[in-house]
Structure formats: structure tokens, C-alpha cells
């Protein structure tokens, strides 16, 4: 063997496991995150059974027809919400504070409703225990970001499933995802049907409950 060539060999060696190892570092990271982005769409895990807390939520159905009526809402996306929420429990408070079988929270959905009956304040958490009081003003909420923020999407499928993602986490979250600017975002949307929403939903969206709320509702309306 010619002088040297061990220690040219051991480096080639050398050199030849690195790329390997580097290879190896690369794949996995790729690995881990290709079932990152898998498990972000897979927004139907765990699995929800939408029968009991609809049933429950439908005792409350006669003052859901109510305030349909009066606020131009669903009854039955306003008893979708009512069983997702709190499972039609009227008296329940969620960690963040929102209340009631709507969940509503006094100091967003509360004073919006409030700025838009021209009321002033917000309402009682005691105001949004009160099953009648919760409902009106949860659908008046709705009512509020479909004629506002939302106003000019097209498809009414699209509505509802835009609705219920703003009624969640927030219109101005939900517009983001298209755009900073409110008209390109409703003119974006209007060029989508249902399925492709609920796709960049899915793929966009910074919550990863939203494209999760859309598919709950739909399981809790055909219940």
C-alpha cells in the first residue's frame, strides 16, 4: 500500500458516514414533518358523537325558533352550536370565561350584542346563565358577523361554514387566512364551494379547532 493511503482512505471514510448521517438527519426531519402537516388535517380525530348533545340541545329548540325568526338565523345551526358548545347545559363557564349554552363571553360577543341593541356595558354572567337571554343573543351575535364582517359572501354553505368558524375564532382570524384586506378575502372566498373552504380551512387556518367546528356542526345538524 503506497504510503499514506490508509489515512486518505479513513478520510474518504470519514467523509462518506457524515453525508450519511447528514442524509439520515434530513429524512427524518422530512418524516416528522410530513406527519406534522398530516395531523393538522386530520380535523375528524378524536371521533365526536354528535347524538346526545343534540338531543339535549333540542329541549331549548322552541326559543332557537324564536330568535331564528326574530335574527333571521338557522334554528338549527343556533341548536348545532348549542350542542357543540355546552351540550345544552345552561349554566356552564368555560375556562376562558365564556358562559351559558352558547358560550357566550361578556366581553366580546356580550358587547357586541349590547353596542348593537344600543345598550351600554355588557351583559352578567347571572344575564347569560338565563337560557332565553343566551340564545337571542348568541343568535343576534350570528346575525351581527353574517349582515358585518362576513357580508357579501355568496354561497349560502359557505356562509354557515364561515359563520361558525368566526363564531369560534373570530372573523378578522378567518379573513386573515385570504387576506389583510376584508373585500379581496370575501372576493377569495366567493371564488371557492364548500369543500375547497373547508380545505383552506384545514391547510391555513392558526386553530386547529376551526376546520374541526365546521365538520362537528355538519355532524350535528344531520343527527
Given amino acids: ?22 442524509k439520515l438527519r434530513w429524512c427524518v ?4 414533518l410530513l406527519a406534522g402537516c398530516s395531523s393538522k388535517q386530520d380535523y375528524r380525530n378524536p371521533p365526536w358523537n354528535a347524538e346526545v348533545p343534540v338531543k339535549r340541545a333540542m ?3 322552541p326559543v332557537s325558533e324564536k330568535a331564528g325568526a326574530a335574527w333571521g338565523v338557522d334554528p338549527q345551526l343556533v341548536t348545532a352550536i348549542i350542542a357543540i358548545e355546552s351540550g345544552g347545559n345552561p349554566t356552564v363557564i368555560s375556562k376562558s370565561g365564556a358562559v351559558g349554552l ?12 349590547y353596542q348593537r341593541m344600543g345598550w351600554s356595558g355588557v ?9 332565553e337571554r343566551n340564545i337571542s343573543m348568541g343568535t343576534a351575535y ?17 356562509m354557515q ?33 364548500k369543500d375547497e373552504f373547508v380545505e383552506h380551512v384545514a391547510k ?13 356542526v355538519q355532524k350535528a345538524m344531520d343527527a
Fill in 123 to 131: 351583559p352578567t354572567v347571572s344575564e347569560l346563565k338565563n337560557p
Fill in 59 to 61: 329541549q331549548w329548540m
Fill in 102 to 113: 352558547m358560550q357566550l363571553k361578556p366581553s366580546t360577543s356580550g358587547r357586541d350584542v
Fill in 161 to 193: 361554514y364561515a359563520l361558525v368558524v368566526s363564531y369560534v375564532n373570530g372573523a378578522g382570524a378567518l379573513l386573515r387566512t385570504f387576506s389583510s384586506d376584508r373585500k379581496e378575502a370575501i372576493d377569495e372566498i366567493n371564488g371557492m364551494d
Fill in 29 to 32: 426531519f422530512l418524516c416528522v
Fill in 1 to 22: 500500500m503506497p504510503p499514506g493511503a490508509f489515512i486518505v482512505i479513513s478520510v474518504r471514510q470519514t467523509s462518506a458516514n457524515k453525508d450519511r448521517c447528514v
Fill in 142 to 158: 350570528l346575525s351581527i358577523l353574517e349582515h358585518g364582517v362576513l357580508k357579501g359572501i355568496e354561497d349560502p354553505e359557505v
Fill in 204 to 216: 391555513n387556518h392558526p386553530a386547529p379547532q376551526a376546520p374541526r367546528y365546521i365538520w362537528k
